[in-house]
Nanobody, 117 residues
């Protein structure tokens, strides 16, 4: 089972940008779908972006056009470029593989993103 460690979160003003990274403990080459989730206080964890092994991406409506997901199989890393950040984006961000997420398994500590003026 591949484990993931998120990093890159922080405090940013509205309109700013952040780039999150996700380091995998093993090869992600054979993982068909990986992605990013987020959870705000008092809310359920939600899927915001996924990417397949062939590069097909899918985004939640709330982040489409502002966030970009990518994967580097050679480095075993996953990324989330976040632009035009809004206060509503404040949450803990997690990366995971799709199959594990459906079993509510393999979640890491996540990385905190706070958007505030």
């Amino acid at each position: 089972q591949v484990q993931f460690v998120e990093s890159g979160g922080g405090f940013v003003q509205p309109g700013g940008s952040l780039r999150l990274s996700c380091a995998a403990s093993g090869s992600i080459y054979r993982l068909p779908v990986v992605g990013w989730w987020r959870q705000a206080p008092g809310k359920q964890r939600e899927s915001i972006a996924t990417i397949t092994g062939v590069g097909s991406t899918n985004y939640a409506s709330s982040v489409k056009g502002r966030f970009t997901i990518s994967r580097d199989n050679a480095k075993n890393e996953l990324y989330l470029q976040m632009n035009s950040l809004e206060p509503e984006d404040t949450a803990v961000y997690y990366c995971n593989e799709w199959v594990a997420s459906k079993q509510n398994a393999n979640w890491g500590q996540g990385t905190q993103v706070t958007v505030s003026s």
